[in-house]
């Protein structure tokens, strides 16, 4: 476990060293330490928010994905695909719609509460009397994505403050203009959801081989799932409420880990993520990257990674 | 050549070219010769453009943004970016004049189902504005559009300024993410008319990072002011620190600046007066 | 040891579980009978906690089970439901050391000691050579035995089965019968297993209850259940017991 760890680690923290290196522009470490105000503007006040908020909301998503899969006992549920991203998305681009943005705070609430109706409404709609259906679960995500975009479109359409232009942002999700009050909003909340899962590691860990056998032992199930499901919900909704929808990275990231490491709860928990974040790091900086001066959206790669994946696993599993 | 075409005969000599050259062209409409009595426009560009050139009388119809000029605004309205097409059918007109860079997939299929003929007008650079105004022209049945279109012609190219040290101009269309007007666009034309370098080196509408904006500030960034509001342009700059010292950052008339019609000789003297002023 | 008082379960407006009353003994092999839905199964799940009885009171060494934490209740009592199956592939080690989680503090990694019983449970189980093995890479039977393992880890005084028979062929079946029966033996714990299947019910079992309805029909030692004349009442269908067998007559 602690070598895992410290792979994890060292991946990141090359995955950032990469990410703080290269950009559109091309900054040199001696102008940096010479005292130029325009790179170290570009350092510390563009580049350096952006990469760690890429490595928080990538952290997150992880996190999200395998809470979820824990709980639903689901290896495809993601938050994403669920539709709890596009919950949260649906709400904070309404308030965004709606001038809600101007005040400090609300945008993030109501992802929050979209991401919590989501998450509900996927519940409900799957439940079988004590189990959840897997098919059921997907095409629930399916449908509540569809309503969810919907909702954005004509939130931007009727919206007096904003056209449609800006629905796509949060359907394509992006890290642009990120600032530092978003990096600690989010790092704070992440914090704290990752401290109340550790609290509750074991007993999750302990879901995965039923709910009634979990009973049997000692874990109080119920409890578990308010704190598991309200977490998740919590911190989706954080981070669609300051990158838009990133899809798939709660997917693939701890089916990786769980490739190459164990399928243990506590063991993915801390090391999806690290490899969520290390993800986002990579992809963003590729999206910066790729073309000159011109940024490609982030949920543009994680997709083309995340589909093929999500569709060899679908296969394996029926 | 140019009193060829003020006498009557070469007028008619010129529309008859024209009429071959536009028959010539399969997809395309051909203009009748009496040109159309009742058409509908599909574009604010074209409307001012059917007006600029005496032709609004017959129009029967436009899209909802045709608000300009003034005549233009109670005829009967089809749509925005969806035109309707019972709407338009329920016009009775004898032709549709749709922009290229505008028109929704399908249009052409609905109209020719209903048996309404279509005109596509192009107007992606600036270049194009003249002669699509003498093709608006020739759809309306105006014989006289070469003359409007020569004027046209004439009074961009005396909006035209060669600038010692041009300023770095950038456009923007959108805050977050950024969008600007790359070259070998209508604005970017219109920057390069006025003496201005473009900011954006890229061709098309490409979105441009926050890094680039700090690490080469332009010296003015226009912004329409429609699209993008006051808050929105005061977010963006807070998020790219030291760009206000280096850059005016002036709002302008989107309908003027954005629509490749007559007016756009307007907007080069804007856009002159603003770099005239250092 | 295991006492239920006049217990009654309902789902909803219908009736599980009426009024009953049965108390289980140290070192017996007892096999909970009966045709499904009669309410095998969710008097087992009383009796591991997994449900609360709607009246009535379930007891384990004369304290309510409501005066047990959950985790000190979880070491006395294991549970093997019917179907349990982790949504991940997992190796038969993994699964069975996870059985000592009642032991485990919240921050806890299972030490030397959860690996040892652990190892203990997979040989009392003859599974020990499934230990590396994924549980995919199984069938049924060693599945199975795998489970029981992992409930044996915990090393619990009562043991509760539902259906262990259930999705085995015939010489599983058999072979994990004679494996309850050795458990019994060797640990001294009580084991109660539900079953359908009225002859491997009895085929090893100390005593048989037979449930009807939601009520104890019949609770008594296997020779006095496996009879023509009690199986045809209780059952409603005719048999002969051949050798200790039943065999259901045509007619």
């Known amino acids: 476990m602690k070598r895992a760890v410290a792979i994890m680690v060292l991946l990141l923290a090359i995955s950032i060293a990469l990410a703080v290196s290269f950009g559109a522009t091309s900054l040199s470490w001696r102008a940096i330490f010479a005292g130029d105000e325009t790179a170290r503007t570009i350092l510390f006040r563009i580049r350096l928010p952006r990469v760690l908020l890429g490595a928080l909301v990538g952290a997150t998503l992880a996190v999200a994905g395998v809470t979820f899969q824990t709980l639903l006992r689901n290896p495809l549920a993601d938050p994403f695909i669920l539709g709890v991203s596009g919950g949260a998305a649906a709400g904070a681009a309404t308030a965004t719609a709606f001038g809600l943005a101007a005040y400090r705070g609300v945008v993030p609430a109501i992802a929050f509460i979209g991401a919590c ?66 990096v600690a909003l989010l790092g704070v909340l992440l914090a704290v959801v990752v401290i109340a899962l550790a609290f509750v590691a074991n007993d999750l860990r302990m879901l995965a081989f039923g709910e009634d056998d979990a009973r049997s032992r000692g874990v109080d199930v119920e409890r578990v799932k308010w704190i598991g499901f309200g977490a998740s919900s919590l911190v989706t909704g954080a981070a669609v409420a300051v990158s838009g929808i990133i899809g798939f990275v709660g997917l693939l990231v701890p089916h990786l880990i769980r490739l190459v490491w164990r399928r243990d709860f506590r063991y993915l928990l801390p090391l999806s993520a690290l490899g969520g974040a290390a993800l986002v790091v990579l992809a963003d900086l590729l999206a910066r990257i790729a073309v000159s001066t011109t940024e490609l959206p982030i949920g543009a790669f994680t997709a083309l990674l995340g589909v093929p994946f999500f569709l060899s696993l679908l296969r394996r599993s029926r | 050549m140019r009193s060829f075409i003020t006498r009557p005969s070469g007028r008619v000599f010129v529309c008859a070219l024209l009429l071959t050259f536009a028959a010539c062209r399969e997809k395309e409409t051909p203009p009748s010769l009496a040109g159309s009595q009742r058409a509908v426009s599909l574009a604010p560009n074209i409307t001012e453009l059917a007006f600029a050139v005496g032709a609004g009388k017959r129009l029967v119809g436009t899209d909802d943004f045709s608000d300009n000029p003034p005549a233009a605004k109670p005829l009967p309205k089809v749509g925005g970016t969806q035109p309707n097409v019972e709407k338009i059918i329920a016009l009775k007109p004898d032709l549709v004049l749709a922009s290229t860079s505008s028109a929704p997939p399908g249009l052409e299929s609905s109209l020719r189902a209903a048996h309404i003929p279509l005109a596509w007008i192009k107007t992606d650079r600036l270049a194009d504005v003249p002669g ?147 | 040891m295991l006492a239920l008082r006049n217990v009654s379960f309902a789902y909803g407006p219908t009736d599980a579980l009426r009024d009953i009353s049965v108390v289980f003994g140290a070192n017996q092999l007892v096999a909970l009978a009966g045709p499904n839905g009669s309410g095998k199964s969710t008097l087992l799940k009383l009796a591991a906690r997994v449900a609360l ?199």
Not at chain 1, 146 to 162: D, E, H, N, W
Not at chain 3, 106 to 123: I, N, Y
Not at chain 3, 166 to 189: M, Y
């Open chain 3, 53 to 251: 009885p709607s009246s009535g009171e379930v007891a384990y060494d004369d304290r309510p089970l409501r005066d047990w934490p959950a985790k000190e209740y979880a070491k006395q009592v294991g549970y093997l439901p019917q179907d349990t199956e982790p949504a991940f592939p997992m190796r038969a080690i993994d699964v069975v050391v996870s059985g000592r989680a009642p032991f485990l503090g919240r921050f806890a990694w299972e030490g030397e000691r959860d690996f040892a019983e652990a190892r203990k449970a997979l040989e009392l189980c003859d599974a020990t050579y499934l230990a590396e093995r994924y549980l995919d890479e199984m069938s049924g039977g060693e599945r199975k035995r795998v489970f029981l393992a992992r409930v044996l880890a915990g090393t619990p005084r009562v043991i509760l089965l539902d259906e262990p028979f259930a999705a085995l062929d015939v010489a599983h079946v058999q072979q994990f019968s004679r494996l309850l029966r050795d458990i019994v033996d060797r640990t001294g714990s009580t084991v109660v297993f539900a079953s359908h299947d009225l002859n491997w019910a009895a085929a090893y079992s100390d005593r048989m209850l037979v449930m009807r309805e939601g009520t104890l029909a019949l609770d008594a030692a296997p020779r006095d259940v496996m009879r023509t004349e009690v199986v045809s009442e209780l059952f409603g269908f005719d048999a002969r017991i051949s050798d200790g067998w039943l065999v259901p007559v045509q007619r």
């Open chain 2, 132 to 278: 699509a105004m003498t093709i608006v022209g020739a759809h309306l049945g105006v014989l006289d559009a070469p003359v409007y279109a020569a004027r046209l012609r004439k009074d961009i190219d005396a909006q035209r300024r060669q600038r010692a040290h041009p300023p770095r101009v950038m456009f923007v269309v959108w805050t977050n993410p950024l969008y600007v007007a790359g070259r070998e666009t209508f604005v970017g034309d219109l920057l390069e008319l006025c003496g201005a370098t473009n900011a954006v080196t890229v061709n098309s509408w490409p979105q441009y990072s926050l890094e680039s904006l700090v690490a080469n500030p332009p010296d003015v960034i226009l912004y329409p002011n429609l699209s993008v509001k006051p808050q929105a342009m005061k977010e963006l700059l807070d998020a790219a620190p030291g760009v206000r010292d280096h850059a005016r950052v002036i709002a302008v008339e989107e309908n003027v600046f954005v629509r490749p019609g007559p007016r756009v000789v307007e907007a080069a003297r804007a856009l002159n007066a603003i770099l005239d002023q250092r």
């Open chain 1, 117 to 182: 109706g989501a998450t509900a409404a996927v519940f409900t709609l799957a439940r079988r009397r004590d189990y959840v259906d897997p098919t059921r679960l997907l095409l629930s995500g399916l449908v509540l994505n569809a309503f969810f975009s919907a909702v954005i479109l004509i939130a931007f359409s009727l919206s007096k403050q904003s056209d449609l232009t800006a629905a796509l942002r949060w359907m394509m999700g992006t890290l642009f203009g990120a600032a530092w009050s978003d």
